[in-house]
Each structure stands twice: as structure tokens, then as C-alpha cells.
């Protein structure tokens, strides 16, 4: 049985420093990295959801947790989103810092509650007393050919949430470090899986330097326009910028990577240099949280701009079919579009 | 024929027991309506009815009744913001508290201020939420008391969790949730009990069917025999007991936390009792209920059950029972005062604890509401 330390506060430091390693590994495999890493380095971590134990997960994320940790450290739940969080909310109160699961994005939402009511509120309505060191990993977003429920984009549900940080990671280095600052966090997060790019590879170079959540990094830099974006938008943002410069503009690429808390700082110094932004993301447009962009761009860098901040977003449409879903999702040509507009305004 | 349909003689949960009343024959008790132990009634544990034991329970019903008591006037005198009183729930009240060890949990609702008060907490902080000067008002660290829940029944999965990872350290604590009615209809119970099942966590739900959600009465909440059945469907012990009865509540309640703590998984209590008062100060009960159903239930209270029987049985007399009133009235008195006045409230408190540090923007929205208040006073100095 493992030992319990009922104060949530403490650190315990890790057993042994993350082995140097610079091996190429899929996103999810990163993913998968922290959350062993996490585990050994700290045995209040505890991962369970639908299917992460002797399956490791619909997506593979936790794969081999439960083999090399046990059942007590890495297990399946009833399938009862709401009880999962309420589970990893009770365990929080005696100290833990549970890591769940969501299986997809549309199925988090029995969950919705114990979010919103408790997850968010329990340090603010305690004065600190019971502080909430949870991570909700949802896998998130379209564009692999999921059926109805399998492709929506939440985070601007739970980012209007206040007392919940919100993550998005969109490079393997990324996807590991921000789940390890995730687990590391003080306060719960939801931490946003974009699924279309779980297999995506690219060099995982460990010790990753981590940083707090809530920066910002600017992937390209550029002098003419600010595309903003996180997430699985984010390769498309930087593809956008390689054709932009055929039509002569230099587009900087900035990846928000915490949408809360949000970098002001980064994104407002971004478009203080080019003059012009515009948000891309995956879901609705419609109160999405480009809008929430697109106003404090506009409160801050008002008489800078040269165009107005647009916006490329999903459409105002429930999710299509997979066979529709081209229709619906931001592409570089959409982008491109924007970055015309904007340009010759 | 529909739910809404039932003659109105079934007024207890399902038709189907309408013609054996469902109070008569079906809870757990030790004591009758009068006091008396009943025919057939169960056998409670020994140290149970250990006369010091038992007068220990009397001055914590008392206790729950004094506060309530006081609460409610307090409310009237608009020194709380609501308050859904406990009246009649006093036996529920104050088993709950009572058959904790000093390490387990309690996961009260806002109706269980009173088992609070019981636990030991101080009745200011306990009526703070009430109070609306924070939202919980109590470390439920040093009272292993998680803050009182409003969302019905989402309290229950964090008994479930904190009693899974008691478990999982090897640590004898039970969690025990407190629960309406009403909640058992909710899906945030049906997850919990399940869960706690297929876990076998160290969790005791106890539902205080006190027969009403605000206006709706059970029968309209359920088609079950009664909300104890709702146990079988999740492989756990379920018990139906007279909820105006403590010495059966903390014989059935001691059977539970027991069972858990060994190890045994959680259990089901259905105590059936009732809400004298409306559902708080600002609801009207007369638009759905008869003061002759009230009057009935006035006739079981479990305050003056245990006071009959512990005078029958020669352990309480008058001077002694005006002594544990004094207390009662002390105790309300202390309330009054403090609660009489002003509460302090700090506006930056808001701020402080929605992370472990704020973020840029929130430092800025503090600041500026602080501006605000230092302008206000200045304006006040002013005019003054």
C-alpha cells in the first residue's frame, strides 16, 4: 500500500531526475512519457478513467501505467464521468493529485457539473484549505473521421469557468511538459488533447525546459500579421505562413498553449510589432474563445492595429459527419482568405 | 395510469404499500412513537444504551434543536441570508456526528448545520454560508468536514473518492455522505453508490428521507418500495430506520461505519423522518401540505422520544432536563450575540483563492475593486 500525505501542499520531490534522452516518439507516446515520469516522481499521482488500465487507453496514453505501477496507482472507473471527477475531487480533499480521463470530448460533458460547482470552487470557497490538484486530460477536437460525439471542441465551456486552468499543447516537447506542469499545478487544469495530432512525431529532447503554465511561445516569428492559435490549429497556422510568403507576407505564428491564464504580454507584444491578428481555432466561432482574443487584442492594441482582428473558426454548426467534416474545419485556405482581408485593409 | 395519477391515500412512495403503511411496519427501531421499546423492535449494541452514553446522545439532540432553534430566529431577525432547517431531523442530526471517529469525514448538505454544531464546530463559522459573509466558514481539514453542498448529491462521489484513497493508504477512515430525498433521484448518486460498490470503499450514505424536496413529495421522486431497496442494485447492504429513533440511527450507523472500516464496502441508510418546517424561511409549505400531516409527525419527535424513555427508565429527571436546556439556552444565547452583529467581510478575499497564485488578470481586477473600496470611504469620510 502506498503511504498518503494528507497535506496536498507539499512537494515531494522526484525519486531520481528524468533520464536525458532525445528520442522521436509520438505525441501520444509524449503524453504517455510525462504521465510515467509524473508517477515515479510522485506516488499521490494516480491515473483512471474508461479504459486506461489494462487497455491503456482508447488512444494509448496509458499504455503500460498499469502494468508498472498497479492497479491502486493506475485503474479502469464505471463508466460515470461525473463519478470519475467527483472520485478525483474526494481523493484531492485527502491529498492525492489525480490525473483522469475523458474518453472523448463530447462524452466529458456528465462531468460538466463537478467541474463548474466544485472542481473550480473548492480552494476559492474553503479559503485555500482544500486545494484542487487535479488534471482532466480530454482528448479533443475533429478531423480523424469520428462519428457524432467524437470531434467537438469544449475548451470555451470550461475556460469561461473561473478558477480552472485550460491547456492545449501542439508540439510533442509541449504535450510532455505542459502534462508535467499540469500534474504539478497547485490547481486543477483541463488539459485538451488535440487527437489529430496523437501521432504526430517529433524529436522529445528530456530534460524539457518547463516553464509555468499560462506562456505563450511564438513558433514563427514575422513582421506583417499575428496568426493566434492553439492546438491542432497550430500546424495549420504555421503551413499558412510558409504559403503566405509566396504572396510576400511575413506572418509571425503565435501558439497560445494556455488559454487560461491567458498570455496577454505575448500575444499583445505580438501584435504590437505586426499590427494586424487574426485567431484560428477548431470550434464554433459563435462565443468561442477567439472572441475572447479578438476583444483583449482589440483593448490593447487598439490604435495599433491596421485591420480589424478576424477570426477563422469552425462554423455555427453542431459537428458534422465525418464525411462533411472537410467543410467545417479551418484550413490553410480559409486562413490565407483572412490573411488577404486583413491585409489590404 | 401515471406517477402523477396516484390516489391520493398512497402518499408514500409506491402504491404498492400504500395499504401497509410504509411507517408502521417497514423501519428498523428500538424505540415506539411513546418512548417505549418497541414489540419486535431491534437490539441495539450494549455500550449503546450505556446511560452515559445515552445522555450524551439526549444533550446533542438537544443541542441540535437549541441551535436550530436560534437559526431559524436568526434568519427571521434577517441575520442569515436563508435557512433550511432541520426541525424534526434533530435524531438524523446528531447520529451523524456522533458515530464518526475523530478521523472520518462527514459530507453534510445545507440542511445539516446542525450536525455541524454537533461535530463541535463553532455555530458562526458553521453559519457562514447561511450567513452569506463566505461560502465555507469551517477548515474542513481540522473538522474532516467537506464544506456543506447546495448541488444536490454532488457531494456523494467526494465521499467515494475520499474513502478510496483512505483505502488505497490503509487508513481505518470511513467517509460518511448525508443525503436528501430528493438527491437519491439524481445521477450523481447512482454514480456514487455504484462506484463506492465496485470499489468497496469505506462509505456510509445516509438519506434523511425527510418526505419532501422543497414542495414534491417522495412519491414523486420514486417508484421504489423505499429508497433503501435502491441498494440492491449496487451490491450493497441497504437499511430502512426509523429517522426520529436515535438509538436505532446510531445502532444502524455504528453497523455501517463498522462494516467499512473493516473493510466490508459502503452501505445504504434510509432514515425516514420529516421536515417539520418548510424547506427554508422563504418557502410556504401550507401551498403543499396539511398541518394535519405535520401535527402527525410533531407527535414523533425524536427529541421528546428519547426524553421519554430516558425518564422511564429513571436516567433523566426534571432537574436535570431543565439543567441540559440551560445549556440549550446558553448555547443559543452565545449565537445571538455573536451573530446579531455585522459580519466582516474583505473584498480581496475573492480574489485570493480562486488560484494558489493569481493570475495577472485577476491581480489587476483586485486592484481595481480595492481602488473602488478606498474611493467609497473616502467619499464617506467626506460626507461625514
Known sequence: MMAVATDASAPRPAKAPNAVSNTTVTFAKALNQALADAMSADERVLVFGEDVGELGGVFRVTDGLAARFGENRCFDTPLAEAGILGTAIGMAMYGLRPVVEMQFDAFAYPAFEQLVSHLAKMRNRTRGALPMPVVIRIPYGGGIGGVEHHSDSSEAYVAHTPGIQVVTPATVDDAYWLLRSAIASPDPVVFFEPKRLYWTKAKLSLPVTTGPIGTAAVRRPGRDLTLIAYGQTVPIALETAEHAREYGYDLEVVDLRSLVPFDDATVAASVERTGRAIVVHEAAGFAGFGAEVAARVSERCFYRLEAPVLRVTGLDIPYPPPKLEHWHLPNVDRVLDAVERAMAA | MTLLDLPPAATRGNPATAAAPYWDTDP????????????????????????ERLLAVYRALRLARAFDTEATNLVMQGHLAVYPSSRGQEACQAAAALCLEPQDWLFPTYRDTAALAVRGIDPVEALTLLRGSWHCGYDPKRWRTAPQCTPLATQAPHAVGLALAAKLAGDPVVALCLLGDGATSEGDFHEACNSAAVYQAPAVFLVQNNQYAISVPLRKQTHALSLAHKAVGYGMPGVRVDGNDVIALMHVLGEATRR??????????????????????????????????????????????????????????????????????????????????????????????????????????RAAVLRERELEEAAREGGA
Open chain 2, 28 to 51: 428498523l427501531r428500538y424505540l415506539d412513537e411513546h418512548g417505549a421499546p418497541a414489540e419486535g423492535g431491534l437490539r441495539p449494541a450494549e455500550e449503546l444504551l450505556d446511560p
Open chain 2, 260 to 365: 467499512a472500516r473493516e473493510g466490508g464496502g459502503p452501505t445504504l441508510i434510509e432514515a425516514v423522518t420529516y421536515r417539520v418546517r418548510a424547506h427554508t424561511n422563504a418557502d410556504d409549505a401550507a401551498r403543499y401540505r396539511d398541518q394535519a400531516e405535520v401535527d402527525l409527525w410533531l407527535a414523533r419527535d425524536p427529541v421528546d422520544r428519547l426524553a421519554r424513555y430516558l425518564t422511564a427508565t429513571g436516567r433523566l429527571d426534571d432537574g436535570l432536563d431543565a439543567a441540559i436546556a440551560a445549556e440549550g439556552e446558553k448555547y443559543a444565547a452565545a449565537m445571538r450575540e455573536r451573530l446579531n452583529v455585522e459580519p466582516q467581510v474583505e473584498p480581496a478575499d475573492m480574489f485570493d483563492h480562486v488560484f494558489a497564485s493569481p493570475t495577472p488578470q485577476l491581480r489587476a481586477q
